[in-house]
């Protein structure tokens, strides 16, 4: 079976991109434009996907409609960074227009061996008709590779595997491959949904990255979401790591609130073996806008985490930035590192300290105030911390009441209201804000929200407020220089 339609040729693509581009100059006049996150020139953007590092420059790829806010099929669009500061935007790399990819050239990672840089990557194929459900028929997602050496030439697209290469008891949800190596062998990690509606990331052995044989599967004893999306296996101080979007996850008070999570669980397996162990689950964000993260390690050694700063089939919107013709941005990149508990840590990157001027330091007891404008960055280091309410921009609070710290944007979310934790203690917040996205890192970034927010973007005053707090509070301006 295959698809009914032709698949559109990358030329068609071109053309139709060019008739949207009278839109940029509207999208960029939009106030919500952010300067210091990756966003999409126009359109729609999601997952990050392809994330490398070849010779000084990193390469970001995304799933990306430049044809409507609202996303459809989508290509893989194109930025370059040095810095993680300057992005170069560059023509799509990827485009649907082969049978193998028609209704999308879904989410895929880069693997580097040689000088060579191969693209595993999902093909999704949606037949036409009233009969399908596309969970368990309708639907092809084959598994796509294509090879680079500068990250903007591609070689010809090759099949690698399809849906009857899975193993038998799977649905037609397999997707969002990524390649370890492991002495003479490759190990491909697929998210996917079994025919019972259980999730699990599916491992595959080869010795040539052309031939794949099914290992396993990573899941959990007791059902745990109806499917996995994007998988992400980290080791970091040996330690490993699996990250997954499960979806169909009911919320548990504070957890698990959003539509669909993004976490990970420490694993225990050594490559060859049959057996693993899978730790509990741990959500890797707290905020509304968070998903679909890929991690990669660059040159240095990094392990570098960049999110897709967005939630699918969520119940509040982005309807602001849609009307100018846009939607969606990724996360500021983070440095992954491994806490004393062997919990999984962010950090911003090193790099986005180029972003400050105007450094002003404040020691305060109880109560603080400080004038910002809506591009900042904050330390609070706390030396004494009870209680507080620390306002942040308008109507964005964030509260540590009883153990329980919240952030509230009820009145400027676009429909998001209040995320929680319960944290013991609290030593230190460290708060990035851009005309319409917080990033709020606590206790050395074991605890992240990231969120979008939309409110009048006025010259604000800060303020913390406490009955038992002091501490020392840093405050800068964040600008990008040309
Ligand atoms: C996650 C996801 C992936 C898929 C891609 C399609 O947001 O659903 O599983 O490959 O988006 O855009």
Redesign the pocket.
Known sequence: MQAEKKPMTKKQYFDKCKKFDNLRNKVASDPYRMKFHLQPPLGWL??PNGLCQIGSQYHIYF?YTPFNPNGGT?LWGHMVTEDFIHYEEHEPSIFPDSSWDAN?A??GSAYEENGEYYFFY?G?VKYEGEEYNYITDGREQNVILTITKDGYNFSKKQLIMTNSDFPEDMSKHV??PQIIKRGNHYYMIL?ARDLSDKGSVVLFKSNDLYHWKYELRFTTQDVFGYMW??PNYVEIDGKQFLIV?PQGIKQNGLDYANAHQCGYFPLNYKFEDKTYQLGEFCQLDRGFDF??PQVFKDHKGRNILIG?MGM?ESDYNNDKTVKNGWQHALSLPRELYVTEEGKLAQKPLEELKKLRTNEKKMEFNNELSVSTSIWFEIHVDFEVSRDFVLKLRESAELRYEEGILTLDITSCGSGRKHRGIAIKTIEDIRIFSDSSSLEIFVNRGEVVFTTRIYDSMEEFSCELKGEYLSGVLKYYDLTIEK
Do not use: H, K, L
């Open positions: 999601n997952d799933q989508g999308g879904y989410s999902t999704n997707r969002d998210g999306e994007c979007c998903y679909a897709w699918p």
